[in-house]
């Protein structure tokens, strides 16, 4: 029986109370995709959840956006990170330093693969991968997530449609 219908809740890692939250909804019955956030503070929550929930079809949630630093050092992705080693915390900073040139593909590569292993090291397959905040709509990194995807045999992406006509609907 194939699946019409697949629902996906994102940030699974985020938080412990996203965690259960994704978990309880997928024992209801209503989720049944999750995306796994590596950098987030409740990845290793996530992970022994996971391995519990062998019926939730499981993605990578890659980030360069958001509240967590990333999993490589600031010397390993300097164009990603502010000062203090943190992502931007909005899509719009990202689309911003993209737009000018001074995010290098090359450390969204070494970061995104760097989280796809971590997902991977879950020992669950990983079905789909996505990113924190859509920063995938952006063409540099739709390249690297694409690329990444079809090296680890993951079989399909995320993409999210929007009805607007702005640069961040497009």
């Known amino acids: 029986m194939s699946r019409l219908l697949v629902v996906n809740a994102d940030d699974m890692g985020l938080t412990p109370g996203v965690c259960r939250a994704v978990l309880r909804g997928h024992t209801e019955g209503v989720v049944t995709s999750t995306s796994v956030l590596a950098v987030g503070a409740a990845f290793d929550d996530a992970a022994a959840r996971l391995r519990d929930a062998p019926g939730l079809a499981v993605g990578a949630h890659l980030a360069i956006v958001g509240e967590d630093r990333p999993?490589?050092?600031?010397?390993?992705?300097?164009?990603?990170?502010?000062?203090?080693?943190?992502?931007?915390?909005?899509?719009?900073?990202?689309?911003?330093?993209?737009a000018a040139g001074r995010i290098d593909p090359d450390d969204v590569r070494r970061e995104f693969t760097a989280q796809l292993e971590a997902v991977r090291g879950?020992?669950?397959?990983?079905?789909?991968?996505?990113?924190?905040?859509?920063?995938?709509?952006w063409p540099a990194v739709a390249e690297v997530v694409v690329e990444l995807a079809t090296a680890a045999g993951v079989?399909?992406?995320?993409?999210?449609?929007s009805?607007?006509?702005?640069p961040v609907g497009v």
Do not use: C, M, N
Request: aromatic share 4%; charged share 15%; glycine share 8%.
């Open 155 to 161: 079989p399909a992406v995320r993409l999210p449609t």
């Open 71 to 98: 999993l490589l050092s600031a010397a390993e992705v300097p164009t990603l990170v502010d000062r203090s080693g943190h992502f931007p915390l909005s899509y719009r900073t990202v689309v911003a330093r993209g």
């Open 122 to 137: 879950i020992g669950v397959p990983v079905t789909h991968l996505d990113t924190h905040q859509h920063t995938h709509l």
């Open 163 to 166: 009805r607007s006509r702005g």
